[in-house]
């Protein structure tokens, strides 16, 4: 579909190695301590990944680590000036923007007001994070761990099934197009889940797990597939795919 008669376009986003340059997971724990890295890597194969950062987290307020000190190392996180030009030239040209991610809303919310991008995005949907009466930072499942199994046949996290998400995503209103950008085996579902006839686009980050997924099942991913290599490259082909070069 030529990008001029293209005036619904749906733009969803991992976050960990997409929009922000690091995992914001290990970063935090790095941060606070290789005590706290340690663990993270020994009970990465024994405990749920949502379940191990809200322990993890809890160890960390019961050394002393406050909510501030928490806000103060997320601000640090690389977000590549790239990237976020990027963003902002997509919701100029009338994209609606989401995310889609295995971090949480305390972690997201804070890096993007940071760099004062919260606002470019209608939904954000993410595991949830609250502070507690103590000022302790939990997290919680995005599929809470009573709520039935998503049920996914895709290599999706137990927490969200990012496919199902992008799914009511797109079930929402008609779309001129869709474009899915991401990097690691959790988003190889909602790659699926884009269509082919629609124009629909896989921003796929080269080198790590998705493109390998993809490339080890292409039968699946029916959406054009486009291999970035860096922020400064993606924001090349976003130009590109947006008709857009004066920026």
């Known amino acids: 579909m030529p990008t001029s008669i293209i ?6 986003f991992d976050f960990d190695w997409t929009l922000i340059e690091t995992d914001s997971d290990y970063w935090i724990a790095e941060h606070f301590g290789q005590e706290f890295a340690q663990q993270q890597q020994d009970l ?8 191990l950062q809200d322990l993890l ?20 996180i690389p977000f590549a000036p790239e990237m976020i030009a990027a963003l902002r030239l997509m919701k100029s040209q009338g994209a609606e923007l989401c ?15 940071v760099h004062d991008l919260d606002q470019l995005f209608t939904k954000v949907i993410t595991n949830p994070g609250h502070f507690d009466k103590d000022g302790r930072l939990r997290i919680k499942r995005y599929h809470d761990i009573d709520q039935e199994p998503h049920g996914c046949s895709f290599p999706c996290h137990v927490n969200l099934c990012k496919g199902r998400e992008l799914q009511k995503l797109m079930d929402a209103q008609e779309w001129d197009q869709v ?25 796929a980050r080269a080198n790590l797990l998705l493109e390998k997924n993809i490339k080890e099942h292409p039968e ?4 054009k597939v486009i291999y970035w290599e860096s ?6 082909i976003i130009k590109s795919i947006f008709n857009v070069s004066n920026v």
Not at 99 to 113: E, H, M, Q, V, W
Not at 220 to 223: D, E, M
């Open 99 to 113: 995310i889609i991610s295995d971090a949480n809303t305390f972690y997201i919310d804070t890096i993007l007001k």
């Open 44 to 51: 990465f194969d024994k405990v749920q990944w949502t379940d």
């Open 220 to 223: 699946l991913v029916k959406a």
């Open 7 to 12: 005036s619904k376009r749906l733009v969803v």
């Open 179 to 203: 474009i899915y950008m991401g990097d690691s085996t959790n988003d190889f579902c909602p790659s699926a889940r884009l269509l082919k006839e629609r124009g629909d686009i896989v921003l």
């Open 231 to 236: 922020p400064q490259h993606a924001f090349e």
């Open 57 to 76: 987290l809890g160890q960390m307020h019961q050394r002393g680590v406050t909510r501030q000190d928490l806000e103060k190392s997320l601000k640090e």
